[in-house]
């Protein structure tokens, strides 16, 4: 059975970090692209960042770059994402997502709050 469990999600003032993980299990997650999309009330749901399962390249939305960081640890089988310098913009339901063989597995979501 597939499942993606995100936690870390909570209440931040603005300018303060969070980190969100994201344990995989009933897969190979060392053979699939992690990513992490969030979704604010009214709006689509967006790529924040993304990284391969080799060699772990990263690719993040122009909002987020020099602030948040993707991460993986494949002994863990977990993702990681390191939020700094957030803003009231970065309030969302951030969503893990892992993609590959042809396959595509969601989340249930972590909510994020940045407010003072």
């Known amino acids: 059975q597939v499942q993606l469990v995100e936690s870390g999600g909570g209440l931040v003032q603005p300018g303060g970090s969070l980190r969100l993980s994201c344990a995989a299990s009933?897969?190979?997650?060392?053979?699939?692209?992690m990513s992490w999309y969030r979704q604010a009330p009214g709006k689509e749901r967006e790529l924040v960042a993304s990284i391969t399962s080799a060699a772990g390249s990263t690719n993040y939305a122009d909002s987020v770059k020099g602030r948040f960081t993707i991460s993986r640890d494949n002994a863990k089988k977990t993702v990681y994402l390191q939020m700094n310098l957030v803003s009231p913009d970065d309030t969302a339901v951030y969503y893990c997502?892992?993609?590959?063989?042809?396959?595509?597995?969601w989340g249930q979501g972590t909510q994020v709050t940045v407010s003072s």
């Open positions: 997502n892992a993609r590959g063989r042809g396959m595509r597995y």
């Open positions: 009933g897969f190979t997650f060392s053979s699939y692209t």
